[in-house]
């Protein structure tokens, strides 16, 4: 994840999201037993009635694996876990040129917001069940280890 990213606090938060988070998905993509890329997901709070919503991230591929579609495919099976876990929908903090191929668009179509200074169109959402966010309007929090990540670490990585 720190060769990712050329840093350590994604590193640092999955460390602290890998204990804390409940429940959490991880899945890593491996080469002859190598770990090259990595996934994260970890539940978002609304309110304490709203159904399971996940935010995918932090997505890590080693640079030599890069733009080898390895991302991909970890995100894609990523989701698919979701929807067999029952979670209702799925939230991101990325580039929005490329979250929108796997379905996500802008949270704010759906009138919610990000907790984080982050242009509106990075944080997106996909609904996993039919209409899940029919009818909520407010703010999405991420687990409190986010704020190991800066909102300027945030907005480079978008």
């Known amino acids: 994840i720190s060769a990712a990213f050329g840093r350590e606090q994604e590193a640092a ?4 999201l890998r204990s804390e988070a409940k429940p959490k998905l991880s899945l890593v993509a491996e080469n002859d037993g ?7 997901l970890s539940p978002v709070q609304f309110n304490p009635d709203t159904p399971l919503w ?11 694996w890069q733009n080898k579609k390895i991302g991909s495919r970890l995100i894609q099976e990523g989701l698919e876990m979701c929807l067999r876990i029952g979670a209702h929908a799925v939230f991101v903090l990325g580039s929005s040129r490329f979250y929108p191929r796997f379905g996500f668009r802008p949270a704010m179509d759906f009138g919610l917001r990000c907790e984080y200074a982050v242009p509106a169109q ?16 407010g703010q999405v929090k991420y687990h409190p280890a986010f704020t190991l990540l800066n909102d ?3 907005r480079s990585s978008l």
């Open 122 to 137: 990075a944080f997106m959402a996909l609904e996993l069940r039919k209409d899940a966010l029919t009818n909520v309007k």
């Open 152 to 154: 300027t670490q945030f």
């Open 34 to 40: 190598e770990i090259i890329g990595h996934v994260f």
């Open 13 to 16: 938060l999955v460390k602290t």
């Open 54 to 64: 996940l935010g995918l991230g932090p997505v890590a591929v080693l640079p030599a």
